[in-house]
Nanobody, 121 residues
Framework: QVQLVESGGGLVQAGGSLRLSCAAS????????MGWYRQAPGKQRELVAV???????NYADSVKGRFTISRDNAKGTVYLQMNSLKPEDTAVYYC???????????????WGQGTQVTVSS
């Protein structure tokens, strides 16, 4: 069974940095796009950043120039380096990946359990 396990959240002061990691485990054929989403209290979940298997990236306007997404295909892991953090970045951050398995050869979305990021002013 495929799982995404996140780590790296926490409490940081404004202007600080955090690095999130998300590792995929289980029997997989391939991992396509991987990304990070976030959901603040009372708000809808929103895309933060996404990276394709080939390394192309896309970012939400609110995080461009501050966040960097990367991945290690050999490890099935995606990272989110977050710099110059702001209080408005406070949210639960979720890892997402499109993964092909024996049961889902066309691929389906998997989600991590979420990790809390809190930025104090």
């Amino acid at each position: 069974q495929v799982q995404l396990v996140e780590s790296g959240g926490g409490l940081v002061q404004a202007g600080g940095s955090l690095r999130l990691s998300c590792a995929a485990s289980g029997i997989m054929f391939s991992i396509n796009a991987m990304g990070w989403y976030r959901q603040a209290p009372g708000k809808q979940r929103e895309l933060v950043a996404v990276i394709t298997s080939g390394g192309s990236t896309n970012y939400a306007d609110s995080v461009k120039g501050r966040f960097t997404i990367s991945r290690d295909n050999a490890k099935g892991t995606v990272y989110l380096q977050m710099n110059s953090l702001k209080p408005e970045d406070t949210a639960v951050y979720y890892c997402n990946a499109e993964i092909k398995t024996i049961a889902t050869p066309m691929g389906r979305d998997y989600w991590g359990q979420g990790t809390q990021v809190t930025v104090s002013s």
